[in-house]
């Protein structure tokens, strides 16, 4: 299994833009979750989706901030617009029938 | 609120033990983890323990739990260069959620 892909690796971007991260889970996985990992606030879950559904989306900053699981492949975590603050690296994990979180290697954003 | 606890930093040398410790909140967790991320790279499991368990051996990891204090520990037998990176503890707080620690730097000298 190629484990959880996610894209791009690293985005750089100026404030105003919006950002789009990617995420495909294992297959199989029925549950996905984004993470953010900055020094100051070490790493913050933003949101989760079992099945395709958002159960918690507590953790996501303001409205900014969007996420969307259309089908069970795919993910994407929206920033519109973004700024310097955004800046951190994003995780994306993904969960099966144990209660294992496997994490993809992270989009390293950069807001200018 | 959810604080998992763990001290930022260990240095050990080459061939000695290493011992990170978590102290997690939520006495229900029914699975405690540790993660590993080396630098670039997103977190790696590197093993984990059910509740009713006090501790676990996976070669060169022992896993300790003590459920009474909430203290979980992290053990490396002959700690290597490369097992420099940052320890995350991780407590299960239901429904696959997942709350994790600061994380602990380890750095291992030659």
């Known amino acids: 299994d190629a484990g959880v892909i996610q894209s791009p690796r690293h985005e750089v971007t100026e404030m105003g833009q919006e950002v789009t991260l990617r995420c495909k889970p294992i297959?199989?996985?029925?549950?996905l979750f984004w993470y953010r990992q900055t020094m100051m606030r070490g790493l913050e879950l933003l949101i989760y989706?079992?099945?395709?559904?958002?159960?918690?989306d507590s953790g996501m900053p303001e409205d900014r901030f969007s996420a969307k699981m259309p089908n069970a492949s795919f993910s994407t975590l929206k920033i519109q617009p973004s700024e310097p603050r955004d800046s951190a690296v994003y995780f994306c994990a993904s969960i099966g029938n144990t209660d294992t979180q496997y994490f993809g290697p992270g989009t390293r954003l950069t807001v200018l | 609120g959810e604080d998992v606890e763990q001290s930022l930093f260990l240095s050990v040398r080459e061939g000695d033990s290493s011992v990170i410790n978590c102290t997690y909140t939520d006495s229900s967790s029914t699975y405690l983890y540790w993660y590993k991320q080396e630098p670039g790279a997103g977190l790696q499991l590197l093993t984990y323990i059910f509740s009713n368990m006090d501790m676990k051996q996976d070669q060169r990891l022992t896993v300790l739990l003590n459920k009474k204090d909430k203290h979980l520990s992290l053990r490396i037998a002959d700690t290597q260069t490369g097992d420099s990176a940052i320890y995350f503890c991780a407590e299960n707080t239901g429904f696959q959620k997942l709350v994790f620690g600061t994380g602990t730097r380890l750095l291992v000298s030659p």
């Open positions: 989706f079992n099945n395709n559904v958002p159960i918690d």
């Open positions: 297959s199989g996985h029925n549950s």
